[in-house]
């Protein structure tokens, strides 16, 4: 039996429940962002204002055992050291990256970091002895764009980040949408090419084949031939924009296979905001311009969403951790009011 396993068996015995903090405005919570290659935390205020922040390696690489205890523990150390500065941290919100069930508080499972069937929400709590809340690194991100960032103000906000891969994220009244079974809005994954190139997920041509940000950077490569390769698609967009034809030519078709896919999105969802957000939306009119392009070629009966550009940066899956934090203080103190 690994660590992760004793961890979890040791845990399943307890039940699922964690401290009740006192009532009363102010305070702080911490939110904790979990990704394939960072963890980020902050403390975050009522209103989602941040006061201090910090970060360590993931280390994916050392094992799903050693990732675990390397969240505990840094939260344990951002907690300490809030508590040690005079700070009252009220409860804790967690974003992981993988298939999350909010609801159980599991990390079903997590490719990048090879959790499968973890309780994070019980160990976390348990671990820090605060209030813990759980939800999934895209959701979390587009609840923070939708109640503090770029979507505030609508009541269906489609936040579309573009980094790695291409997530997606349905907000419905400031709260995440996460389908069923916790795959709502997985856009990436939707087949834009039939017969494409294979994706990991197990299909042909999705969309993240064509433009994430590492098939662009592949796709660029696999046609230069013998030029050295570039390291990312943040070179592509910006030898595009320098007129290097092939460069050109391997974004406009993410572009356009983007704006196909996010079609669908808009068919279904009718948005009032599209949030463009990830690393490859600082690209700015670079993408948006061909992507409203092909939106409005395409759209019939469709009625096209604002197409803006997130305004909380990398921040937003641990202000939006926060947040959940937040909604469940705010829950436990409706259920004794």
Known sequence: ???LDRAAHQQAGAADTVPTLRDG?????????????????????PDGTVTSESRCATRPQDGPSAVLRTVLDHAAGALAAARAAGEDVRAVGV??????????????????????DLPLRRLVSEHLGLPAALGHDVRSGGLAEARLGAGRGHRVVFFVPVGTGVGGALLLD????????????EIGHV?????????????RGCLDTIAGGAAVARRYNERC???????????????????????????????????QTLLAGITLFDPAVLVLGGGLSQAG????????????????????????????????????????????LHARAGERS
């Open 25 to 45: 405005p102010g305070g702080l919570v911490l939110g904790l962002d979990i990704g394939g290659t960072i963890v980020k935390s902050a403390l975050v205020a």
């Open 285 to 328: 009119e670079q993408l948006r311009v061909p992507l409203r392009r092909g939106l409005e070629r395409r759209a019939a009966f469709q009625a096209l969403p604002d197409l803006v550009f997130a305004r909380l940066g990398e921040r937003a899956g641990r202000i939006g951790a926060g947040l959940l934090a937040w909604d469940l």
């Open 1 to 3: 039996m690994t660590d």
């Open 95 to 116: 974003a992981s990256c993988g298939l999350v069930d909010e609801n159980a508080g599991t990390v079903v499972f997590s490719s990048s970091i090879q959790w499968r």
């Open 174 to 185: 400031g709260k995440p949408y996460p389908g069923s079974h916790w795959r709502s809005a």
């Open 225 to 259: 031939g013998a030029r050295p390769p570039v390291p990312g698609a943040e070179e592509v967009a910006r030898r595009a924009a320098a007129g290097d034809p092939v460069a050109v030519r391997v974004w406009d078709e993410a572009a356009d296979a983007m704006a």
């Open 191 to 203: 087949v834009t090419q039939v017969d494409g190139e294979a994706c990991p997920c197990g299909q």
